[in-house]
T-cell receptor, first 111, second 114 residues
Framework: GQQVMQIPQYQHVQEGEDFTTYCNSS?????IQWYKQRPGGHPVFLIQ?????EVKKQKRLTFQFGEAKKNSSLHITATQTTDVGTYFC???????????FGTGTRLQVTL | NAGVTQTPKFQVLKTGQSMTLQCAQD?????MSWYRQDPGMGLRLIHY???????DQGEVPNGYNVSRSTTEDFPLRLLSAAPSQTSVYFC?????????????FGSGTRLTVV
């Protein structure tokens, strides 16, 4: 079945450094979603990308959807301690209602 | 709006016991799903539903049953609990159509099977 792979699994940065996580699929995706999960919390929806080559920004977060709609990235500029958590990409598998999550990237930010 | 409400928040079961994890949403969302999250394993889809009366299996359905008699409720039943079902369970819902398919998650049920 379709798999959504994320890299890296873990990244530790100093506050102020940039961070990027990548999501890759073996098949073309209809859309891709990004979620953030704080330690001990539940996943929170951040954004959905639908169009080929789409770029969306939310303050310091920049999301991109690849031209072939098989990959996506989340870039955080100048990380803050509030960015700590695990970032997941997710994509529909077969039907829009069946959402498969990537393996996640855990971000640790220290002062 | 309360969003997605899961009960209980914590549960300890003995092997072989059965129980139902409750999930309710008040956003009139069509899509609802159950995920389990194990350390280092990410979120794995157990069962999902596209509307009242319609359910389907996800990636790891064995040992679990669901039903969707109303739009609001989507309970998950563990038939005979096993230690391998120790996990954090999340229920989530989505509008299903419209501008965004983003899912709203409940706060989770932490289940331990001994």
């Amino acid at each position: 079945g379709q798999q959504v792979m994320q890299i890296p699994q873990y990244q530790h940065v100093q506050e102020g450094e940039d961070f990027t996580t990548y999501c890759n699929s073996s098949t073309t995706l209809s859309n891709i979603q990004w979620y953030k999960q704080r330690p001990g919390g539940h996943p929170v929806f951040l954004i959905q990308l639908v169009k080929s080559g789409e770029v969306k920004k939310q303050k310091r977060l920049t999301f991109q959807f690849g031209e072939a709609k098989k990959n996506s990235s989340l870039h955080i500029t100048a990380t803050q301690t509030t960015d700590v958590g695990t970032y997941f990409c997710a994509a529909p598998t077969g039907t829009a209602s069946k959402l498969t999550f990537g393996t996640g990237t855990r971000l640790q930010v220290t002062l | 709006n309360a969003g997605v409400t899961q009960t209980p928040k914590f549960q300890v079961l003995k092997t072989g016991q059965s129980m139902t994890l409750q999930c309710a949403q008040d956003m009139n969302h069509e899509y609802m799903s159950w995920y389990r999250q194990d350390p280092g394993m990410g979120l794995r889809l157990i069962h999902y539903s596209v509307g009242a009366g319609i359910t389907d299996q996800g990636e790891v359905p064995n040992g679990y049953n669901v039903s969707r008699s109303t739009t609001e409720d989507f309970p998950l039943r563990l038939l005979s609990a096993a230690p391998s079902q120790t996990s954090v369970y999340f229920c989530a819902s989505s509008p299903g159509t419209g501008r965004s398919y983003g899912y709203t998650f409940g706060s989770g049920t932490r289940l331990t099977v001994v």
